[in-house]
C-alpha cells in the first residue's frame, strides 16, 4: 500500500508543480476576474472619450423625429435624435471621414406609413437597430389607427397578446419557468463535466506515455505493480482535477464578492438563471456523475495510454475515446430542448453518456430515484469491469515498445499481460 501512495503523490505533485498546469490555472483565474470586472474596465477606458452626440436624422417632417425621440426614450434608450439640413451624400462622407457613427432617414409618403433608412459604419443585426425598427413600426401602427379614426383602446385591442399558459400533467413534468431556471445551471455543469473529463483524461494518457517513452516504466515497475501504477495514475490526477476545480470554483466566488459591478446585479441574475437556490440534491448528482465519469474515461485513458511508446502517439490513439465523449455532450445538448425525448431517455443508461445524459434529465425532469440509480449502477459495474480489463491490458502495455499500431496492440498487451 505504501508502493501505491508513493505513485499517488508523485503523479499529483509532478502535474501540480509543472509549468503547464500552473500556467493554464493562472490564467484561468485571471480570466474570471477580468470577466467579473469587465464592466468596471470598460467604463475606465470610456472616461477619456467623449460623449457621444446625437444622430442626424434627415426627415421632411420635424414632428416624427421628435415622436421617435419621446418612443425610444419610454423603451429606455438614450441615444438622442438631431434633425440636420445635410443631404444624404454629405452625411455619407462624414461617416466616411469619421465625424459622425451613423445617421437617419425618415420619411412619410404618404401620410400613415413610414419609410426609413438607417446607415452606419459597420453592419448591426441587433441592438439599436432593432430598437429602431420596432419604434418606427409602433408609430406607424398608431397612425394607421388614427386613420380609420379607432380609439386608442380600439387599437390596443388590435394587439393585445393571447392569453398563452403550458402546463403539463407529467408526472416527471416540471414548469417551464422551473425548466428555464434549471437549463443555465445544468448546461453550466455539463460544460464542466465534459471539459474535465477530456482534460484530465489526456493528462492520464500522455503521463503514462511519457513514462514508457523515458524507459521511466521499467524502473516503476520492476518495485510495483502495473495495476497498483495504474490505479494510482488515474486517482492521483483525479485528485489534482478536484483541487483545480475548486480553486476555479473559489476562484469564481471571490471575484463576484470582489466586483461591485456584479454584486449589484448578482442576485437577480442568479435567481434568473437558476443559480440562486441550487437545490442540494443536484450539486449531489453532479458531483456523482463527475467522480464516476472521470474514473470510466480515466481507466480508459490509462489503458490507451499504456499502449504507446511515444507522447505523439497519444492523440491518435486517444481519439476515440474523446469522440464518445462528444457524441455524449452533442447528445445532451440536444436534450436541453426536450429531456424526455425518446433518444434522451435511452442513451441516458449507456453508462458513457449517463455523466452527461442523465445528469441532464436529472436537473430537468422529475425522475424517480430508481432511473438515476440505475445508470449510476450501471457505470460502477462498467468501471469495475473496464478496471479489471484495464488492469490486464495495462500490466502487459507499459512493457510493450515500439510503434503504435492502433486497437490491434489490445490483443499482444493482454497475452503480455498473462505472462
Known amino acids: 500500500m505504501r508502493d501505491f501512495w508513493i505513485i499517488f503523490k508523485q503523479a499529483f505533485l509532478s502535474k501540480a508543480k509543472s509549468k503547464t498546469f500552473l500556467i493554464t490555472t493562472a490564467v484561468v483565474v485571471a480570466g474570471i476576474f477580468l470577466l467579473a470586472n469587465i464592466t468596471t474596465i470598460i467604463e ?58 451613423s445617421f437617419l432617414i425618415l420619411r412619410v409618403p404618404g401620410g400613415d406609413s413610414i419609410e426609413a433608412e438607417y446607415v452606419s459604419e459597420s453592419s448591426e443585426m441587433f441592438g439599436f437597430p432593432m430598437m429602431l425598427q420596432e419604434a418606427l ?8 389607427a388614427a386613420e380609420m379614426e379607432l380609439a386608442p383602446e380600439q387599437a390596443g385591442a388590435l394587439f393585445e397578446p393571447v392569453a398563452f399558459e403550458q402546463t403539463t400533467v407529467s408526472a416527471s413534468g416540471k414548469t417551464e419557468e422551473e ?28 503521463e503514462v506515455a511519457t513514462e514508457k517513452s523515458s524507459r521511466v516504466m521499467e524502473i516503476l515497475i520492476s518495485s510495483v505493480s502495473p ?73 480508459l485513458a490509462a489503458l490507451l495510454g499504456s499502449l504507446v511508446s511515444r507522447t505523439e502517439d497519444v ?12 457524441v455524449g455532450f452533442i447528445i445532451a445538448a440536444m436534450g436541453l430542448s426536450t429531456p424526455d425525448a425518446a433518444f434522451v431517455t435511452y442513451s441516458s443508461y449507456v453508462p458513457f453518456f449517463a455523466p452527461l445524459v442523465m445528469f441532464l434529465r436529472v436537473g430537468l425532469l422529475d425522475l424517480p430515484w430508481w432511473e438515476p440509480a440505475l445508470a449510476i449502477g450501471l457505470m460502477v459495474l462498467t468501471i469495475v469491469v473496464l478496471g479489471w480489463f484495464g488492469a490486464r491490458v495495462y500490466k502487459g502495455g507499459v512493457l510493450m515498445y515500439g510503434p503504435s499500431r492502433s486497437l490491434k496492440d489490445l490483443k499482444k498487451a493482454l497475452q503480455l499481460g498473462k505472462e
Open 179 to 206: 425548466m428555464n431556471q434549471a437549463r443555465m445551471l445544468v448546461y453550466v455543469l455539463m460544460f464542466l463535466i465534459y471539459f474535465a473529463v477530456i482534460m484530465y483524461s489526456n493528462m492520464i494518457a500522455t
Open 44 to 101: 475606465a477606458f470610456d472616461d477619456g472619450e467623449e460623449e457621444s452626440t446625437a444622430i442626424p436624422v434627415v426627415a421632411d417632417n420635424e414632428a416624427i423625429v421628435d415622436r421617435l425621440g419621446e418612443q425610444l426614450t419610454a423603451m429606455g434608450e438614450e441615444t438622442g435624435l438631431e434633425v440636420t439640413g445635410d443631404s444624404r451624400d454629405e452625411l455619407v462622407g462624414q461617416l466616411e471621414e469619421g465625424e459622425i457613427d
Open 137 to 144: 413600426q409602433s408609430m406607424q401602427t398608431e397612425m394607421r
Open 315 to 326: 492523440a491518435s490513439l486517444i481519439t476515440p475515446l474523446t469522440m464518445i465523449i462528444v
Open 227 to 299: 495495476v497498483k501504477h495504474m490505479f494510482a495514475k488515474v486517482l492521483g490526477i483525479g485528485t489534482l482535477g478536484l483541487v483545480q476545480m475548486l480553486l476555479f470554483g473559489l476562484a469564481g466566488y471571490l471575484a463576484m464578492k470582489s466586483s461591485s459591478s456584479v454584486s449589484e446585479l448578482s442576485e437577480s441574475f442568479f435567481s434568473e438563471m437558476g443559480l440562486g437556490d441550487i437545490p442540494a440534491m443536484t450539486i449531489i448528482y453532479a458531483i456523482v456523475f463527475f467522480v464516476l465519469g472521470y474514473f470510466l474515461y480515466a481507466v
